[in-house]
């Protein structure tokens, strides 16, 4: 199923010098974008006396701004509604017809087919920029920046890091003060594991002078930057910002639900379906935020609410990541037949994907492990491991491993997925889950019960399946001593 397209470390970033700081940025953002923004400074003091306080509501000012210009071009890492990504793909359709010698046009059009794709889960969009950018770099080489940076965003849309990570450092040779060519770095170096390069490199784009307009993309990279890190409070203090100072209404919704994921990965249940449902109101097309909102449903007991809205949010373009998760929830509920018909479902929509360029490998490897033939699940992630050595890959791996019984080197994977110094830093109640089974398979008691313990801690909520196994794991173990007993 692999039909993949192959193609000086500097100090790691502080965090900002937090919050009266981010409360001066928030401030002129307030001044220059109104009410909306004014609404997200006034809540941050909340923030800080009570916890997460409630995202922005989309208020008169907020819903006028959905009569926006027209776009133009598309930049990796500044949302656009969908409606205008379809409008801006026909007029550039026309250009190159007219004009096929236009190479601005070829890669404004390329573009404009990755986000689109990425954004409506159709990896069919996904050939056609290709061969868009291929014509703009075939009319115009060398310097041609906006074609780089578009291969770039598919090659990332396409989960492929290595090539994203090539044509993004040609982008950056060919005009290296450009902030637009170091978010698609700081992605494609973190899905190949390299940390150190991606905090670098936002280091560097932080150093840049940028417009008003780029400062919430810059933001929100920041805020994953910071997330990988495990500063989460800095996270949220960016998202926060990025939100305030938010364009249009896609660039608000897609900030308000990464403050929702950020919101779900602490358990805070309250606090992500507040964001979810903020973005809806603003982008009812943002499938993370209608995903996000079925999810922490569920968690929340309101079991009917969150499969009409997970059955409403993969009926269009399935994408089989939700499948699996709703798949996983039926398997909860104890309907293991509905759960195998969503399973059927992410198959299928795993070869569309495929077909589109997308390498699956890891959610294929995920399911095998937990739902199919884990020893398939090894060899491909394995081979993903060593074309893509990410967090996430090294996690699956170590799970993999595991339920093929293979539980010494299995630890090894969950170890690096875990382990500050040698990952990102990720707080993750599935990683440290993980872990604890493992260790527990070893009878390395202690170890065992402080991840399976730091799970439920980070959330307790993170999956309908395997949260009630570490309560179970937890009460199997008992009171075990942190490290084993000296022998005599």
Known sequence: MDNRQCVGTSPVPEPPAPRRRALRRALVASLAGGVVAGTVLMLLPHERRHGPAAPPAAGPQARSRAQVPALTTVTYGVPAALSGLTALIGRQERLVRAQPQDARAWAVLGSAYVERGRRAGDAADYPKAERALRSSLEVRGGRNTEALDGLAALALARRDFPAAKDYGEQALKAAPKRWQAYPPLIDA????????????????????????AARPAVMARASAVYRDRGWREDAVAQLTDAAAAARTP??????LTGLGQLAWERGDLADALRHF?????LDPDQRAAAVGRA?????LGRTPQALAAYRAAVARRPDP??????????????????AEEQYTRMKAAVRQAVSGGVDEELLIGRFEADHGDPWDGVERLREEWRRQPGIEVADALGWALHRAGEDEEALTYATTATDKAKGGGVRSALYAFHRGVIEAELERYGPARRHLEEALRINPYFSPLKAPMAREALRELGDVPDEPPPSE
């Not at 449902?277 to 109101?281: H, K, N, P, T, V």
């Not at 999810?295 to 968690?299: D, W």
């Open 321 to 338: 990541a939700d499948l699996l998760e709703l798949g996983e929830l039926y398997e909860s509920l104890g309907q293991p037949g509905v």
């Open 277 to 281: 449902e903020a973005a809806l109101r």
């Open 189 to 212: 170096y973190t899905g190949l594991g390299d940390y150190e390069k991606a905090r670098s490199s936002l280091d560097k784009l932080l150093a840049l002078r940028t417009d008003a």
């Open 250 to 255: 896609a660039e608000q919704a897609a900030w």
């Open 295 to 299: 999810r922490t449903l569920a968690a």
